[in-house]
C-alpha cells in the first residue's frame, strides 16, 4: 500500500489522509500525556481501548441524532471519520466539580453542581489551553453566535447521552471536553462533533467506590491506567476482561 500523507500529529493521534476527499484517517497512539505534556508515558493498549471506545460513543451519538465525525472503524487503531476545519475551543461540560475548577473556585472535588456547566478554553497548547470567556470568542472571530448556540446544544446534549450511558453501568460522568468542527455541505456549513470521546477526555467515578477511571489514574498515579479503561470498556460491553481485542463480536454467556 502506498504510503499514507500524514497531516498532523498530536499528543494522542496521528491524522492521515483519508482514502476519499473530505475523509481523515484518525490513528490512536499508546502515548499517554499529562499537565501539557509535562508527564509522559506509553501506555500498552490505550489506543486500542480509546478507538473502541471514542468508536462507542460517537455512534450511539450518531444514533440519537448527534452529529458527529465518526464515519467507521477501520482496524484496532484507527477510525475514518469527516475532515473538519476545528474550532480552536475546548468544550468543557461539567456535572461535579473537580479539577481546575475545584482549584479555581475552592469547590471540593466531587461536589455536585447545580446544574451542568459548559466552560470554553482557546485551544493553544503553548498557552495551556487558557480559559476564555463568549467574549474573547466573539471579539477574535473563534466562533459566531450562531455557532456558539449551537455549541452549547450539542455540548448539552452529548453530556445527557454520555450521563445516561454511564449511569446505566454504574459510572458517574463529572466532566467531559469535547472539540468541534465546520463541514461544509453545499452551500451550508454546521458544526459537528469531532475529536475523539474516550476516557482521555471524561472524569468517569464509579458511582459506588468513587474509584477513578479516567486519566486521572495517570495524572496523580492512582494506578494501572490500562486497568482503569479496559474497565470502562468491559462495562459498556465493548471489549471483554482480559480478552485480545476482538474484531467481530463474541458470544459471552
Ligand atoms: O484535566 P485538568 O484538571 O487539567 O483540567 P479540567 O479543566 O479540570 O478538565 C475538565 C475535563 O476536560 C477533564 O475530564 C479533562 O480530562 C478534560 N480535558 C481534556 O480532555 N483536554 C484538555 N486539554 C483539558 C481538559
Not at 30 to 41: M, R, S
Not at 114 to 126: A, M
Not at 212 to 222: C, E, I, T, Y
Request: hydrophobic content about 40%; overall charge negative.
Amino acid at each position: 500500500m502506498a504510503r499514507r500523507k500524514k497531516i498532523y500529529e498530536g499528543k494522542a493521534k496521528i491524522l492521515y489522509e483519508g482514502p476519499e476527499p473530505g475523509t481523515i484517517v484518525q490513528y490512536f497512539k499508546d502515548d499517554a500525556t499529562a499537565f501539557n505534556a509535562e508527564k509522559k508515558a506509553v501506555i500498552e493498549g490505550k489506543g486500542v481501548l480509546n478507538n473502541r471506545l471514542s468508536e462507542f460513543f460517537m455512534t450511539g451519538l450518531g444514533q440519537i441524532g448527534v452529529p458527529n465525525h465518526f464515519i467507521k472503524r477501520l482496524n484496532m487503531r484507527e477510525q475514518l471519520v469527516r475532515s473538519v476545519e476545528i474550532v480552536p475551543l475546548e468544550i468543557i461540560v461539567r456535572n461535579y466539580a473537580a479539577g481546575t475548577m475545584s482549584k479555581r473556585l475552592g469547590i471540593d472535588e466531587g461536589t455536585q453542581l447545580p446544574r451542568p456547566i459548559v466552560e470554553y478554553c482557546y485551544k493553544d497548547d503553548s498557552l495551556g489551553d487558557p480559559l476564555v470567556t463568549e467574549e474573547h470568542i466573539a471579539a477574535f472571530g473563534w466562533a459566531s453566535q450562531q455557532d456558539m448556540d449551537d455549541i452549547l446544544s450539542l455540548a448539552l446534549r452529548v453530556n445527557d447521552f454520555l450521563s445516561g450511558v454511564m449511569m446505566a453501568v454504574g459510572i458517574r460522568l463529572v466532566d467531559f471536553k469535547i472539540e468541534v468542527g465546520r463541514v461544509f455541505d453545499g452551500d451550508f456549513q454546521r458544526l459537528i462533533v469531532a475529536d475523539e470521546i474516550s476516557p482521555d477526555s471524561c472524569r468517569l467515578w464509579d458511582i459506588e467506590t468513587g474509584e477513578k477511571l479516567d486519566k486521572d489514574v495517570f495524572r496523580r498515579d492512582l494506578g494501572d491506567l490500562k486497568d482503569a479503561y479496559t474497565e470502562v470498556a468491559r462495562r459498556l460491553g465493548v471489549m471483554p476482561k482480559n480478552a485480545q481485542p476482538i474484531t467481530k463480536p463474541t458470544l459471552i454467556n
